[in-house]
Structure formats: C-alpha cells, structure tokens
C-alpha cells in the first residue's frame, strides 16, 4: 500500500519510524520525504504480515496516513500523447501502448516528480 | 540560405515536377466527388506497398494521407484588430502580456509562437503559442498596446480584450514547419540539459527524437513531386496552404532509400485561425527552453504513378536518422550513432552496450488521427486536392551558418596564470598555506600523472579544520564543473552563472588539469576587448 504520511511539528523528533520497522514485520520504502522542524509529509510503501498492525502503531504515534491509490495523475484533456516524460521516468512507470498512448503505471510510480516538471503541457500532477 | 534554382528571372519559372503520370489529380478529383476514390493513410500504405508491390498499390489506391504532430517553434499568427476611435498606430503590442510584432501597419500584428511573456515571473510559463491556444479555444485576450500618436493616430494606448470572432483577420503563418526527418537527441555530460529536444538526462540517460517517421508529410514525398506551392493542406484542424519552402529549407545533405537522414526540407505553411480546432493545436512549454506550438498538419498525396506510391510506401525502418550528442553546444554537435524511426519507437534503444529509453516528443496518435482525419475529409467529398502553382525546389539549397566578424574567443586564447594544483595526499595545512600564499580561494586535486580529481575551497579546509578531517579526499568536491581549452568563453560563461561558481579548472581531453578559468578572466576580457573598440572607432 502506497500512503502519504503527515508529520506534525510535535512528533518530527521522534523516531516513529524506525520503532515501528523494529517492532513489526514490515517491508517500509520512502518514496518521497520533505520534513523540516515545522513538519512534513513522507511517501511511503509498506507491506508486509504486520502492516495492518504497523499502520496502526503510526496512527496512535500522531502520524496522519493517507492511503493513496494514485501518485499521480494526469489529465487527459491537456496530455497531447507526445511520450517526452517516457524516457525520464526512473522505474519505467511511463509506457506508450499500441495505440501511441501514454499510460502512467501507479503500481510502479514512485511520485519523483520528474515527469510533471518536464511535460510540455503541464499535463501531470503529483495526486496529494 | 541559397537555393540555385532556376527561376532567376521572371520569365523562366520553375516548371511543376515531371512525373510520368498513370493518373491526374483532376482524375483523382473526379473519383473523389463521385465518392470512389481510395484513401488511405501513409502508414497504411507502407503495408500495402510491402505485400502487393507499388505497381499494384499505384493502380489500386488515388491518395495517401500523412500526418504529424510535434512542436513547431517556427509558427506563429497575424492580426488585425481594427480601429479604435479615435485610432492609434500601435507600436508595441501584448496579447495576454506576451509582446507581438507590430512593426507593420496601424491595427497589424504578429504574434511568434516562440515568444515568452514580459513578466519574467511567468517567462517561459505563459507564451505566443499559449495565447494562440486561448484564442482558438474562444477564450478573451487581453490586448495591451502603446503608441507614440501622430496626426492621423492620435491615440496613445489602448487597454482591452479580443476574442478570435471579433478579428478581422487571424491568419497562422509559419516560417518553418513539417521539418523533413531531424536530429536525435541525447547527452554526454554529467548534468541533465533542458533543450529544445525537451529535458535530457545525464551520461547519455536517455533519447529524445521528433519526427513522426514514416506517417511524416515529407518523408513520403521526398523529392517534392506532388507537394508545391498552393497545396492545399490539414492544418490544426482547419484548411491551410502551403506558402513555398520553409526558411532553413535543404535538399542536397545525404539520402538513404530516397530520403534525408538529416534535417532538411521544410515547409512555409498558412491557415485561417478561426477555422482552427484546440485538438490540433496546443500551447507548450518546454522546460528551462521556452514556449512552443505544438502544430498539427497534415498533406494528402495523390498516387500518381509507381513511383509516388513506392515513396509513399516508405517504413520506419527504411527512414535513417542521427543521435546527435546535445552536451556539446556547438553548432555541429558529434554524431553518436546511426539508428531508424523502427528501433527509436520500440522506446529503448541500446547506445555504448547501455539500453536507453526514448521519448517521441511528436504524439504519433494525433499525427494519425490527423492522417485519418483528413482522409476522412477526403472520403466525404469535401477536401478536393490541388495542382502545385510552382514547384518546391528538390536540389541546390544549402543552409549556411552565420559567420560571426568577430568569432569567438576559445578558454585556450586566454590568458592564464600558471596552474597551481595539489596532490591528493599533501596535508590539510599544506594545501591551506599555498591557498594564502597565492591569495587564490579554488585549488585542483590532481593524481600523480596531473589528472583531475577534485576540487577544494577555502570553505573546505575551513570545514576541514573544525571537523577534524585529515584527507584532502574526504573533504573536496569530486563532481566538478570543468572547461576544455576548445570551449568558447561564451559557453563557460553560461556554466559560471549557471552553477553559480566563481570558476573553474581546465582540463583536457586525458582530463590533465590546464590551468583555471575564473569569472574574473571572463570580465577582464571583456573590458579589454571594449577598449580596443573604442580605439578602433
């Protein structure tokens, strides 16, 4: 599950994180972090036998999650299909399909951010 | 640009293109009204040329339709706004806070494609091909312009908005579009680029190519046999026409199976904007490069004879092209590789053992939407095809570059101070010493043979001394920014205000360090250059 984590000023001191890696069976990965003394958010992934457990841990720690189904999104009326943002995706979640469109694969999206400062026609968004 | 044509004088004009003719276009014409002629789109062509031979297919099909879109920075649009009461002679003119050209008469302008906004807050954001697009979508334009008044203009400024219906004329008129195959691009540095072939990744990262290959208007009419003067065109959704070549038109660079594996025909097109639809025409921007149109066009071919249909049968594969290295900023940049539009489109593409992926930068899905609008157009009897008034010139065009009177200064003309370098093993207070010792801020960390390792400031060693460190290796920069002694001094320039750097050290080709080239070097030169002419005048 891909989820966007809210820190507030009051826990960005504190190391919810790794307590929770150490303390339950989960496979974390940071997609994005941007945490000052003034709080922050984090992309994360994380899976595993405890995550239903482990999600819980952060809740009750003070971290607001926010599961996510979409990393980002694009609009349809504005994408022209040109493929630029195709070769500058790091994990190849951009792909043209048969018919020359582009698809953007939110299982593989890591939310970079790469291909929504390089479009042409500002078609991509990162989705918050 | 030269063209030897041979329409020197007004008399001798260039005949329309001989070709042995199986059929005529007013044949084709007739068979279009009486709702029997066959079209079909380009890439369609390419299979039934492949399967059944272009003597059957020139039997068999009348018309090929083509298409591309991509971005055109080459495009832009005329005005005319009317008169105001009492009138003005515009004499600086913004449409949404994006200047146009009104050096022409009174209420004229013209709007570039290319052209950024005036606050340089928004700059590259919001340009002519944004207002371009505003306007064919019917939304209001902001229309600013300044006068110096005269007797019959007396009036000085005029605040309002404009809508495309409310224009006298909007004509799009483009200098150069339809670029007959183009360069491939990619990077060699270490650093990501932002050019006009979109954002490049570093160490060869990635591809970009533009052309729409084998559905491109002029890859399938290669010699201009049927693509003149006057044809009537697609263009963005509307009725366009061709104007003649387009500027930077070339013909004479290098051919395989019949068609330029370079950039080189173009073509000059026009079209009423009022007629135009959004879907074919879009504002862009590409980044940290600037505004673009993306222009949609497309040219329907009549099949003439054999010959024309075995042109229009041309495939991905057959159509060559060059990955061309974007790192260097020159005018003639190294070629890399030879490739075709087959292994580019498959999105990966193998450079120096590595898989690379590329990115189209043209939408091959509207350039064929755009081929099976227009055949569509066709079918239906309403878009009839057109004899070329003159033909485009198919030999004896050049490009020429511009030579500059005074060319530019290579890092290797300065003059430099001798180069002082450190070992990577000398001791932090060794290399502090020399720091004061030759009043200098930057020292290279160069190996036993010369060769470039790194680079240290006086911030480093200070770094270096409060933390404790010992090794000049731990604490200098390894990314460095360098210039080789063939850069010209504009491009270094550029590097300094870019990476916001005081200089830089110069190394080159085995990477032995040269000497440093400083912000200091650069501003001297060019006082000194300022001097000489003002003594020369």
């Given amino acids: ?128 | 640009m030269l063209c030897h044509s041979h329409d020197n004088t007004f008399i001798n004009y260039t005949k329309a293109p001989v070709v042995k003719k199986v059929k005529t276009i007013e044949e084709i014409n007739q068979k279009i009204k009486d709702g029997d002629a066959v079209v079909i789109t380009a890439g369609e062509m390419t299979r039934i040329v492949q399967e059944n031979g272009a003597g059957k297919a020139a039997k068999e099909v009348d018309v090929v339709t083509t298409g591309t879109f991509g971005a055109m920075c080459s495009s832009g649009a005329f005005f005319n706004f009317g008169h105001s009461d009492p009138p003005i002679k515009m004499s600086r003119t913004y449409l949404n806070g994006v200047e146009a050209y009104s050096g022409v008469a009174a209420v004229d302008a013209y709007i570039g494609a290319a052209q950024p906004h005036h606050n340089p807050d928004i700059g590259f954001d919001y340009g002519g091909a944004h207002v371009l697009e505003d306007l064919v979508r019917g939304n209001e334009v902001e229309l600013v312009a300044e006068a110096f008044g005269t007797d019959c203009y007396p009036r000085t400024e005029v605040n309002t908005f404009i809508s495309l219906e409310n224009l006298n004329q909007a004509v799009m008129v483009n200098p150069r579009n339809c670029y007959q195959n183009y360069a491939v691009a990619t990077n060699s540095t270490e650093e990501t680029l932002y050019t006009y072939m979109g954002t490049l990744l570093p160490q060869m990262g990635n591809v970009s190519y533009s052309s729409a290959g084998e559905l491109s208007p002029l890859l399938n009419d290669p010699y201009f046999q049927t693509i003149g003067v006057g044809t009537q065109i697609f263009l963005c959704g509307g009725r366009g026409y061709i104007m003649g070549q387009g500027t930077q038109h070339a013909t004479d660079g290098e051919r395989k199976n019949g068609v330029p594996t370079e950039s080189a025909g173009t073509l000059m097109l026009q079209g009423d904007l009022k007629k135009m639809d959004s879907n074919y025409l879009r504002g862009a921007t590409m980044p940290k490069y600037g505004p673009t149109l993306y222009v949609g066009a497309g040219i329907p071919i009549p099949i003439l004879n054999e010959e024309i249909a075995q042109r229009t049968g041309i495939s991905d594969h057959e159509i060559s092209c060059k990955i061309y290295d974007y790192g260097v900023p020159r005018r003639d940049r190294p070629i890399i590789q030879e490739t075709n539009y087959h292994e580019l489109k498959t999105g990966k593409i193998t450079i120096d053992g590595n898989e690379v992926q590329t990115s189209p930068l043209s939408s091959f899905k509207k350039a064929l939407e755009i081929a099976e609008e227009l055949k569509t157009w066709i079918e239906k009897g309403e878009f009839l095809l057109t004899n070329p008034v003159k033909s485009i010139p198919n030999k004896g065009c050049t490009v020429n570059p511009l030579e500059i009177r005074r060319p530019s200064i290579m890092v290797k003309d300065i003059k430099i101070k001798p180069v002082i370098t450190v070992k990577a093993e000398e001791a932090i207070s060794g290399v502090a010493r020399k720091m004061v010792d030759n009043n200098i801020n930057h020292l290279p960390v160069v190996d036993h043979p010369g060769r470039l390792m790194g680079i240290v400031t006086s911030w480093d060693i200070a770094h270096a001394v409060a933390k404790g460190s010992k090794k000049l290796t731990e604490v200098m920069t390894k990314k460095v920014i360098v210039a080789m002694e063939d850069d010209p001094v504009e491009v270094i320039a550029r590097r300094i205000d870019k990476h916001e750097i005081s200089g830089m050290p110069i190394v080159d080709r085995e990477n032995l360090v040269k000497g440093m080239i400083t912000a200091e070097d650069i501003s001297r030169l060019m006082c000194s250059q300022n001097n000489k002419e003002g003594d020369s005048q």
């Fill in chain 1, 1 to 128: 599950m891909k989820a966007w984590l809210k820190f507030s000023p009051r826990i960005v001191n504190k190391h919810v994180i790794s307590d929770l890696i150490k303390t339950y069976d989960v496979t974390f990965n940071i997609l994005r972090a941007d945490i000052t003394p003034k709080g922050g958010k984090m992309l994360i992934e994380i899976s595993g036998s405890e995550a239903e457990e482990g999600i819980k841990y952060m809740e009750k720690e003070g971290i607001q999650l926010n599961p996510i189904k979409k990393v980002v999104k694009k609009d349809e009326d504005k994408c022209v299909d040109c493929g630029e943002c195709v070769s500058l995706c790091p994990v190849e979640a951009i792909k043209i399909d048969e018919n020359w469109t582009v698809l953007l694969d939110d299982q593989k999206c890591i939310g970079c951010g790469f291909c929504t400062s390089s479009c042409p026609t500002k078609a991509i968004k990162i989705a918050y």
